[in-house]
């Protein structure tokens, strides 16, 4: 079964500063597709980067990166140039080769102070 | 463009009254859905799942009901909620394909049960 564990509650990060979000995951399949989101305090979830588990590349959107390492089974996401309004709650997620329900992990909140 | 809503925002109910939360999608068919509950400082934990009208897959034994009578309707209930029931309850759809954007999240419901 698939399993993702972000391992830090809550981050601090100055602003203009970079931060990177662990995620790790568990799968027996091959191809699978991981995604990170994020929640600010309205709730409403925000899709922010895929990648693809035969991606050759890590993937990029904007000030956001993943710092895909497929031997280690870990999908970090790095926000560069923090700003105040990254402060939120950030979810990494898993959909496996057959398209089951992704599964997502227990968050990190992060905090961008000035 | 495709645009789902789930209503109400905002709930709050006695202990053992039911609950019906609905969710419906526009500009899109066959969608698949789902119903996501997010406990306070929890990740997000999949309640039920749908592929076409009348099928609903769940994920774990609780006090909640799925139904989906129209093919972008999609309902959830309980017949006498319980204290534990309360949470932010998460709507969702997807094309059903392996996309690269996941899924496209309602706005939310709080839940609290008093």
């Known amino acids: 079964a698939q399993k993702i564990t972000q391992t830090q509650p809550g981050m601090f990060v100055q602003e203009k500063e970079a931060v990177t979000l662990d995620c790790t995951y568990d799968t027996s399949d091959q191809s699978y597709g991981l995604f990170w989101y994020k929640q600010p305090s309205s709730g409403e979830m925000i899709f922010l980067i895929y990648?693809?588990?035969?991606?050759?590349q890590n993937a990029t959107e904007g000030r956001y990166s993943l710092n895909f390492q497929k031997a280690r089974k870990s999908a970090n996401l790095v926000i560069s140039a923090s700003q105040l309004g990254d402060s939120a709650m950030y979810f990494c997620?898993?959909?496996?080769?057959?398209?089951?329900?992704?599964?997502f992990g227990k968050g990190t909140r992060l905090s961008v102070i000035a | 463009s495709q645009t789902i809503h789930q209503w109400p925002a905002t709930l709050v109910q006695p202990v053992g009254s039911p609950l019906s939360l609905e969710c419906t999608v526009e500009?899109?068919?066959?969608?698949?859905l789902y119903w996501y509950r997010q406990a306070a400082g929890r990740g997000l934990q999949l309640l039920f799942y749908s592929v076409g009208i009348g099928q609903i897959s769940s994920e774990v034994p609780q006090n909640l009901s799925a139904s989906r009578p129209q093919d972008r309707q999609f309902i959830l209930s309980s017949k006498k909620l319980l204290l534990s029931d309360s949470g932010f309850y998460l709507c969702?759809?997807?094309?059903?394909?392996?996309?690269?954007?996941?899924?496209?999240f309602g706005s939310g419901t709080r839940l609290t049960v008093v």
């Open positions: 990648q693809g588990s035969y991606d050759e």
């Open positions: 997620a898993m959909r496996d080769s057959g398209n089951t329900p992704l599964v």
């Open positions: 969702a759809w997807s094309d059903g394909t392996a996309s690269r954007y996941g899924y496209t």
């Open positions: 500009g899109t068919s066959n969608p698949n």
